[in-house]
Nanobody
Framework: QVQLVESGGGSVQAGGSLRLSCAAS????????MGWFRQAPGKEREAVAS????????VYADSVKGRFTLAQDNAKNSVYLQMNSLKPEETDLYYC?????????????????????WGQGTQVTVSS
């Protein structure tokens, strides 16, 4: 059974950094789309960043541009999200997502429907 395993969440003070990692297991193919979402209690799950792993292109939500970086890790179907200058309002549960049908051109982070596989989520807490 395919699993996406996230790691790297935790607590940090405002202005600090965290790096979230995501690795897929039990999947021999290639996820052409990978991305990160975040969700606070009672709110909609928000797309943070998406990547076309074949083309290596990435797109970000406006709120994180210039502070977050989504990149492929060394292992196949693995990515990380480097988050810098974190803000208290970014305290959320962060989810990794993967899909097999990625648009050639990415204009903005892809919606939930573009991803068929999800991790369990990793908590990020930013204190003021």
């Amino acid at each position: 059974q395919v699993q996406l395993v996230e790691s790297g969440g935790g607590s940090v003070q405002a202005g600090g950094s965290l790096r979230l990692s995501c690795a897929a297991s039990a999947y021999t193919g290639t996820f052409t789309c990978m991305g990160w979402f975040r969700q606070a209690p009672g709110k909609e799950r928000e797309a943070v960043a998406s990547m076309n792993t074949v083309r290596g292109t990435t797109v970000y939500a406006d709120s994180v541009k210039g502070r977050f970086t989504l990149a492929q890790d060394n292992a196949k179907n693995s990515v990380y999200l480097q988050m810098n200058s974190l803000k208290p309002e970014e305290t959320d549960l962060y989810y990794c997502a993967a899909g097999t049908r990625c648009p050639v051109t990415l204009v903005s982070p892809l919606p939930r429907a573009a991803f068929g596989y999800w991790g369990q989520g990793t908590q990020v807490t930013v204190s003021s």
